[in-house]
């Protein structure tokens, strides 16, 4: 039998156990508003993107901060940083596994990979996308209380521990998505061949860096 196959059961059971001691729910600003984070990445000029209201409103979050670098008919790479002050029903982080194919994107690959700044342990997602001919790289990940996370039952178990010890369940969704030309399709699932890759680590150690400068600080 697979771990796999009885982790949501599992996880579950443990979160109505933790959730029945759980403390009441603070909710945390961050130390600086998400926008204040460097508008100049790898040597590009970003500027920012607005949000639907009723997307806002749909995903949830508290702070964001989502801009695209380069021109407009070819740019180099898109951000995102989505902040939750506290996650309760209703306003909670959206995993883009969930998301994407809802979107009419197709994953074609998925990979933990170590996280660019070299913390221990920490590691975050590398995705291939295709959606009728088009092709994207996206890196993503969870950062929060103390911690860089790409497993989305892990995030969960440490959401619903926080809670019951802290009362704490402020995080953010960082995501980098870079557009892939269809002739590098030999190289797209090979971690690191492609030249997007290069640009995907440096924006990603520029990102967690200033994510954990803007978050509040870790209660643990």
Not at 11 to 17: E, I, P, Q, R
Not at 29 to 48: C, F, K, L, Y
Not at 147 to 166: F, G, I, P, T
Request: net charge positive.
């Amino acid at each position: 039998m697979r771990f796999a196959t009885f982790a949501p059961v599992a996880v579950l059971g443990l979160g109505v156990l933790l959730i029945s001691g759980m403390r009441e729910q603070h909710a945390v600003e961050p130390r600086s508003p998400m926008n204040s984070i460097p508008r100049t990445m790898a040597g590009i000029e970003g500027r920012d993107l607005v949000v639907p209201e009723e997307e806002r409103k749909v995903a949830g979050m508290t702070d964001y901060m989502m801009r695209v670098f380069g021109s407009d008919s070819a740019p180099a790479f898109t951000t995102y940083v989505g902040y939750y002050d506290q996650q309760v029903q209703g306003k909670a982080i959206h995993s883009p596994k969930n998301c994407l194919p809802g979107a009419g994107w197709e994953i074609m690959e998925s990979t933990p990979v170590p996280s660019p700044d070299g913390r221990a342990g920490a590691t975050i997602n590398r995705v291939i996308l295709s959606n009728k001919g088009t092709r994207a790289l996206v890196y993503y990940w969870y950062q929060g209380r103390g911690r860089v996370q790409s497993n989305e039952y892990r995030v969960k178990w440490d959401l619903m521990r926080d809670a019951a010890r802290y009362g704490r369940t402020e995080e953010a969704l960082v995501r980098i998505v870079l557009p892939v030309d269809p002739a590098q399709n030999g190289a797209i699932t090979q971690i690191g061949r492609l030249p997007q890759d290069s640009l995907a680590i440096e924006v990603a150690r520029v990102l967690l860096r200033e994510v954990d400068r803007a978050l509040p600080q870790s209660a643990s």
